[in-house]
């Protein structure tokens, strides 16, 4: 299945918009007075100036216009590189709630039908035990860990056009450059680009030319087992908290007993506005999590995420086994799964099949290890909604290990967090919740 990406929407007189943030700075008028004017000059003159301004490297006047993508039948592997970008904005289609086992798949090019036909009757025979899981009455937010990294996946995403720019170059010219796939959407958006919106047609091979990893030494690869290490955090994060409070407010920092930072705590976690969070950073290492739970984590757009590259870091007898597939009979068919899948990548890595092909076998239940730092604002906001009963079980098992860690790191900050219901103590899901309230209220304060 070959899968496109379409530029659906782009904000009504780009050009003009641009063109008035690029003259703005050095032109007489008010805001509404050049924005006529840009108007008034038409699209050539506008154009003209904003490659002016482009080539002098103020590239922050490309915010100023607004590009909505849909992205369709293309692999999840696509769909985990592109969330990657943290300035724009994804909605995909759930693999908890849909049915997958008609999505279809994205098959990458191989030099012989012998290799390729090893590589789809493994992607069909994994879909089979999917459909089997299914109706065995796995839940399909389990059943969908046997899903390859080739399965179809559809989303909208909207992004500035400095952004756009930058998502791009990566495609055609940096990261994604060596999966064909990625390379084809990258060139897509360039040849829509060159129609429409040809001021943002800015490539830069050069700029995001890739160059071979390096490493001072030959390591071991990374294997952990803890759930969640806090590898970094301040030293007195309420501290450093109450005074950026007083700071704010035109007072001069005290220091503060610790009933007071509790209250003061409370206080700022009750306003819609708590910049002072952001003030300190904590960086967490997750020792597996596998690569479906990957996407839950990296929606969070605040944080410094680092992943591993997943062909080094992602092994076939590494993963994770949902009880649901226990209680119902399945392990041994998912087990195989993971089986099967490793016995082809090898068959197919010994025939000479490039890392690009062997990516789409990955599957979803695989796991990886994943370093991300985030600053107490939203870490806030992570546990408010990973926290929760709703949340899928593994991310929220991950981060109900992740706030144990933080307790015992920053105890009186940490012991404020949780999910929504024990926060403010109401529960936002309406008809969805779980009913358990009370129950959760009192695990979270204990």
Known sequence: MQGHVSILSVSPEAAAMIASGGRISTMDGTADEIY????????????????????????????????????????????????EFRLASFTVKSRRYVDFSRAGFVSPDFPDDTQKAVFEDTVKSLFGIYDALEAAGV?????????????????FCSMNARELVHVMNELAYGRG?????????????FAQCEQQLPFLAVRKPEAYRQSDGFCPRPVQLLTLNAPVTVLAAPQDAEGLICSAYQLARGYVPQPLTESEQTALLK????QPRKRELEQVGYTLLFGGLSLAALTHLTRHRMQALCAPELLKAARYDRYVLPESVRQAGMEAQYRGAFRMA????????????GEDALSYLLLSGQTVPVLTTMNAGELYVFFRLRC??????????????????LRKTSPLLFSLYGPTCFVSGK????????????????????
């Not at 450059?177 to 958006?189: C, D, H, K, N, V």
């Not at 309406?430 to 695990?443: D, N, P, S, V």
Request: hydrophobic share 40%.
């Open 36 to 83: 006529a004017k840009s108007l008034a000059a038409g699209q050539e003159k506008n154009e003209k100036l904003i490659g002016k301004v482009l080539s002098s490297g103020h590239t922050s006047v490309l915010e100023h216009c607004y590009v909505n993508l849909s992205f369709e039948n293309v692999s999840v592997l696509a769909e985990q590189f592109l969330i």
């Open 139 to 155: 839940p399909k937010e389990d059943a969908r860990f046997v899903l390859p990294y080739c399965f179809c996946s559809n989303f």
């Open 177 to 189: 450059s060596r999966i064909p796939e990625l390379r084809a959407l990258g060139e897509s958006l």
């Open 267 to 270: 206080s700022l976690l009750a």
């Open 342 to 353: 490793g016995e082809a990548a090898a068959q197919l890595r010994a025939a000479g099949v």
């Open 388 to 405: 929760c009963n709703r949340a899928q079980w593994e991310i929220r098992d991950a981060a109900c290990a992740a706030l144990a860690a």
């Open 427 to 446: 529960c936002p899901e309406g008809r969805m919740t779980c009913g358990r309230q009370a129950e959760i209220r009192k695990q979270f304060s204990e």
